[in-house]
């Protein structure tokens, strides 16, 4: 028997990035992040630990389930491992940037890591690229957040993007006005998010058609907003309903060639937004053509729960965004053979003389060529040019 350990083995849902994907993973977060920063949004880095008292607050409680959680040895205090960033820049927008003008404009990139996977997205730890914008409570910061959003994935090659709006404020409102007991609400709420018509007439009594007929209605945009607009809505609903046509006449305007659904009743990973969320969609070939989620946002409220600020954001997930791009084109490596003068292999590197990645061989050989092929590179430098290794000199 052998008791040797797996020194490769990692815990479930925990995987290593080789090259290219590394390296992939890495210039499409720039790519990303460059589109935010293009429309204003500053880069904040916040810790990966933070207090738990303090990253499980406000908006943050809705990540208690799925964080890590340990003891701090230098403060003896609990800390938790980020689950999610939009908590901390809510934190950091509040506190250490609370005297800049508002709106605030932020963006972040980084790794975030959860207690468990789920059955369709079994990873526990990825990459996560997002953007806040904290004070401001209009529509138009709906629309911007949302535009903004699918810039930057339609920038990065992401095929058939499409984007769901929901209203995860629609149906407490109903629930309200129709005094749904408090107790049966959570399974009202569920059986809405499974579109289960037949347990949501049984669960919400005389807002029972009412309820459907919000179920019925999702779909695309041209369809869905006729749709809702004939419901008779509470007053609150009907805010939310007025609001979510603001939305959609603001994407129109910027995006009009974006696909747009409405799901009027979906409040599955919203449990604390406050108004218009959303989620992005496209084609995930890796899994058969299935549709996966690139990202979602949508209002909420960031700072202190006794006096919160309006927010709206996003946050993207670098892993499932790669999963729907094409085959990255890489850039082209060249063996340098022993003795070539530093000089020429730095102008090689210039972006202006081709921005050739260069390798430098450490020991001599008599094949260059085949020495570039066992290193993974396309060329060798023969008499002083790129050679390709299907091309020999004469």
């Given at each position: ?17 080789l090259?290219p994907?590394?390296?992939r ?30 990253l ?40 250490r ?13 980084g ?35 949302i ?9 990065v ?11 995860p ?27 289960d ?17 919000l ?6 945009a ?15 609903a ?71 600020e ?45 921005g050739?990645i ?11 060529q ?18 390709p ?6």
């Amino acid at each position: 028997m052998n008791d040797a350990p797996q020194t490769a083995l990692l815990p479930t849902g925990l995987y290593d990035l080789l090259p290219p994907v590394a390296e992939r993973e890495a210039e499409v977060t720039g790519r990303l992040m460059a589109v935010l920063t293009s429309h204003g949004y500053e880069r904040v880095k916040p810790p990966l630990v933070e207090f738990e008292e303090t990253l499980l607050a406000g908006a943050g409680a809705a990540m208690s389930g799925d964080s890590f959680r340990t003891m701090d040895p230098t403060s003896h205090r609990m800390v938790a491992v980020r689950a999610d960033m939009t908590p901390q820049v809510a934190r950091i927008a509040a506190t250490r940037l609370g005297h800049r003008p508002r709106p605030l404009r932020l963006s972040y990139a980084g790794q975030v890591l959860r207690v468990k996977g789920s059955e369709v997205r079994p990873e526990r730890q990825f990459g996560q690229a997002g953007a806040e914008l904290i004070g401001a409570e209009g529509p138009a910061a709906d629309v911007e957040v949302i535009a903004v959003a699918a810039e930057a994935l339609l920038g990065v090659g992401v095929p058939n993007l499409s984007v769901d709006l929901t209203m995860p404020t629609l149906v407490p409102a109903i629930a309200e006005e129709f005094d749904i007991a408090m107790g049966k609400r959570a399974a009202l709420r569920a059986a809405l998010d499974h579109k289960d018509t037949a347990a949501v007439a049984a669960l919400a009594g005389r807002a029972g058609p009412l309820l459907t007929a919000l179920v019925s209605a999702a779909g695309g945009a041209a369809v869905a907003r006729p749709a809702l607009a004939a419901l008779d809505l509470p007053s609150r609903a009907c805010a939310e309903r007025d609001r979510l046509g603001a939305v959609l006449d603001g994407l129109t305007s910027i995006m009009p060639t974006l696909m747009v659904t409405v799901d009027p009743v979906e409040n599955r990973g919203f449990e604390y937004h406050t108004g218009i969320s959303f989620t992005f969609f496209a084609r995930v070939e890796a899994r058969r053509g299935a549709l996966g989620e690139l990202g979602r946002g949508g209002r909420y409220d960031a700072g202190d729960p006794a006096m919160p600020e309006p927010a709206t954001g996003f946050t993207l997930y670098t892993d499932m965004i790669l999963s729907t791009l094409p085959d990255m084109r890489l850039r082209r490596r060249l063996l340098l053979p022993l003795g070539t003068d530093p000089a020429i292999a730095a102008s090689l590197r210039d972006p202006a003389q081709g921005g050739w990645i260069t390798v430098a061989a450490l020991a001599p050989t008599d094949d260059w060529q085949a020495e570039a092929a066992r290193l993974g590179c396309g060329h060798v430098l023969e008499a002083g040019r790129p050679v390709p290794l299907r091309e020999r000199r004469s």
